[in-house]
């Protein structure tokens, strides 16, 4: 899962600003209070350029303890009890194969575990290194490395048993349902890779070595297990309060909006469903050799599943019209059960993650209980491993990451497993509970997220555009400059009246920052963050479907469903919100607005004809302290 984009940000105070279409009159109007400059860090401490710090984690209204004192190594990491298990599915069939490292500890010495469950452990490889684990020493014949990714193979990626192990934790990295070592086929996204997440927690903390509590984590697919596990957990689990903590890395909390954005589908993502489901199977082979005595039996059940279980998960992603309050959906969606668990939630994103997208963590960031601790970094970067060393790492990846910050993301998260599954009081909460990552690395802290906003309500002027199989155009809406340093905090509101030659209408806007001296027409060239916006540069976007108009909400949680056409030539509203966002315009910036049916990798409707959006249309900005 990638994508690249780049953008940038800088203070916060607030401004109104003034829309007109490119290229006409300044005539729109804005309804908007006088802004007022209030700082948004809610009275929490601040540093250089209105941050708390170059690096994350380390602001603090008091003294944090030392973590290293307080929960320092005392293991040996070479002494270390490595073993594997093969734990039953509850389906009664297949078995979830799960590799554990932990400490050699005195007799009745106990230990939390740090749990990751990957798909990727025999095709892709995790961390930022691109790491596979290395085959089990009694694997006969094939190794199982398709090289469809991986780089180097390690018995554990990721950095967590060098860290974690000699500071007293177990690591237990598990192979996704119908991958590497786990039988069953790879189903992509439902229920069952929960399950057998939830089975194995049970596993562990029935271990005469384990205290009980697990810890999960990941990124990407495997932030999503984390997920999902954290939620299901207390609903269909042995021991309901085994998963203490999570630390989800730009993780998907409910699959509908990874392939549909407000009913509209998703073309970076057309594939990715057959991608898990028939092309991984192809390569990926079990390397369990002996320890495995059923591994013939699996390795044909996994070349079975590409032509049987895996189209029929595919084409379950595959229609136009997708409903999301569907069966299907509704187990593929955790925010939903977000209640149901007492797990303290460590959340860390990047602004530009254009792949696995910000609304994917604003809604479970919402959708926890009132009483559970959470934290939520923003960082300045796009679909990034955090743990990366350096920027020159990032961009040789293929990655926007200015800013890197490995040795903070390392300590914070210890703090996090040490206060949630030690008991220990590490300080994990005394940092500000958000901080937003700047365009110059620092951070700007608050209590909540997003942070408290005025919206400034502007008047939209009539554009149109076309939407149709044999030709797309777009309609661009410019603000005028704002005076100010002003920042936009959570979502932007659409609000639009319109006509349709057709029966729907798939709606797509492109949100830039354009530079003081840029042409209204300049294309967005900027790739990295580390620097003023000098031209045009892409902070979010907004998506919503005509057909699903009813049923789709300004902000926060969307469940399209129960669509209908649109009459042609009739007058029709449709509301839809943006992604989250956090973004500060500097002084003598202004938004540009792009309309069209298809934009940030999505599919068009193609079907609407001529596209007129009416004077009268509205989008709600949400200026932070103004």
């Given at each position: 899962m990638s994508r690249r984009t780049g953008l940038r940000k800088a203070a916060l105070f607030a401004a109104a600003a003034l829309l007109v279409p490119l290229g006409a009159s300044a005539g729109a109007t804005v309804t908007s209070p006088t802004p007022s400059l209030a700082q948004a860090s809610n009275g929490l401490p601040s540093g250089p350029a209105g941050g708390v710090a170059a690096q994350p984690g380390t602001a603090s209204s008091k003294p944090l303890p030392d973590i290293d004192?307080?929960?320092?190594?005392?293991y040996s990491l070479k002494d270390a009890i490595v073993e594997h298990a093969l734990v039953p599915s509850r389906n009664g069939i297949d078995s979830i194969w799960v590799d554990i490292i932990r400490p050699r500890t005195k007799p009745g010495v106990k230990v939390p575990t740090i749990m990751d469950a990957s798909p990727y452990f025999n095709t892709l490889g995790r961390g930022w290194q691109g790491d596979c684990k290395t085959p089990t020493q009694t694997a006969v014949g094939t190794t199982g490395t398709p090289l469809l990714g991986c780089t180097s193979q390690s018995a554990f990626p990721e950095f967590y048993d060098d860290y974690f192990v000699p500071r007293g934790y177990a690591v237990a990295l598990m192979d996704l349902h119908g991958t590497r070592n786990t039988s069953g086929c790879q189903t992509y996204g439902?229920?069952?890779?929960?399950?057998?997440?939830?089975?194995?927690?049970?596993?562990?903390?029935?271990?005469?070595?384990?205290?009980?509590?697990?810890?999960?984590?990941?990124?990407?697919?495997?932030?999503?297990i984390a997920n999902g596990v954290a939620v299901e957990q207390p609903l269909s689990g042995r021991h309901?309060?085994?998963?203490?903590?999570?630390?989800?890395?730009?993780?998907?909390?409910?699959?509908?909006?990874?392939?549909?954005?407000?009913?509209?589908?998703?073309?970076?993502?057309?594939?990715?469903?057959?991608?898990?489901?028939?092309?991984?199977?192809?390569?990926?082979?079990?390397?369990s050799g002996t320890d495995d005595t059923l591994v013939a039996a699996h390795l044909a059940q996994r070349k079975a599943c590409i032509a049987t279980l895996g189209a029929v998960a595919a084409a379950g992603y595959a229609p136009t019209y997708q409903d999301a309050d569907s069966s299907f959906w509704a187990e593929r969606d955790f925010a939903k059960d977000a209640k149901t668990t007492k797990a303290a939630f460590f959340f860390i994103h990047g602004l530009y993650d254009f792949n696995v997208k910000t609304v994917n963590v604003g809604q479970m960031w919402a959708a926890l209980p009132a009483s559970t601790p959470k934290k939520l970094w923003l960082e300045d970067a796009d679909h990034v491993d955090p743990d990366t060393p350096d920027a020159e790492t990032?961009?040789?990846?293929?990655?926007?990451?200015?800013?890197?910050?490995?040795?903070?993301?390392?300590?914070?998260?210890?703090?996090?497993w040490a206060q949630f599954l030690k008991g220990i009081p590490a300080g994990a909460l005394d940092t500000p509970t958000v901080e937003v990552q700047g365009g110059d690395g620092h951070w700007t802290a608050s209590r909540s997220w997003p942070v408290t906003s005025t919206d400034t309500v502007v008047k939209l002027p009539a554009v149109s555009y076309l939407d149709r199989?044999?030709?797309?155009?777009?309609?661009?809406?410019?603000?005028?400059?704002?005076?100010?340093?002003?920042?936009?905090?959570?979502?932007?509101?659409?609000?639009?009246?319109?006509?349709?030659?057709?029966?729907d209408t798939t709606f797509a806007v492109r949100i830039d920052d354009l530079a003081p001296d840029a042409s209204p027409t300049a294309p967005v060239t900027m790739t990295t963050l580390d620097g003023p916006v000098e031209s045009a540069f892409t902070i979010s976007y907004a998506w919503g479907r005509a057909w699903y108009r009813s049923t789709l909400k300004p902000r926060g949680l969307s469940t399209p469903k129960a669509g209908s056409p649109v009459t042609p030539g009739s007058v029709t509203r449709t509301t839809f919100g943006s992604l989250p966002l956090d973004y500060t315009l500097a002084p003598g910036h202004r938004l540009r607005l792009t309309f069209s049916p298809s934009e940030g990798g999505t599919l068009a409707s193609s079907t609407g004809g001529t596209v007129s959006l009416l004077a009268g249309s509205t989008v709600r900005l949400p200026i932070a302290g103004g």
């Open positions: 004192k307080l929960d320092g190594p005392r439902d229920r069952d890779e929960i399950y057998d997440g939830v089975d194995v927690v049970d596993h562990l903390v029935e271990q005469p070595w384990s205290n009980g509590k697990v810890g999960l984590t990941g990124g990407s697919y495997d932030g999503t309901k309060d085994a998963v203490a903590a999570v630390v989800p890395i730009r993780a998907i909390d409910r699959w509908y909006d990874y392939h549909f954005l407000n009913g509209v589908p998703s073309s970076d993502h057309e594939a990715t469903a057959a991608e898990f489901t028939e092309v991984f199977p192809a390569f990926d082979n079990p390397n990032a961009k040789k990846e293929g990655h926007v990451f200015p800013f890197t910050y490995q040795a903070a993301y390392r300590v914070a998260v210890h703090r996090w199989a044999d030709s797309s155009t777009s309609a661009t809406v410019l603000t005028a400059p704002v005076k100010h340093a002003t920042r936009l905090s959570g979502q932007l509101s659409f609000d639009l009246a319109y006509t349709l030659e057709g029966p």
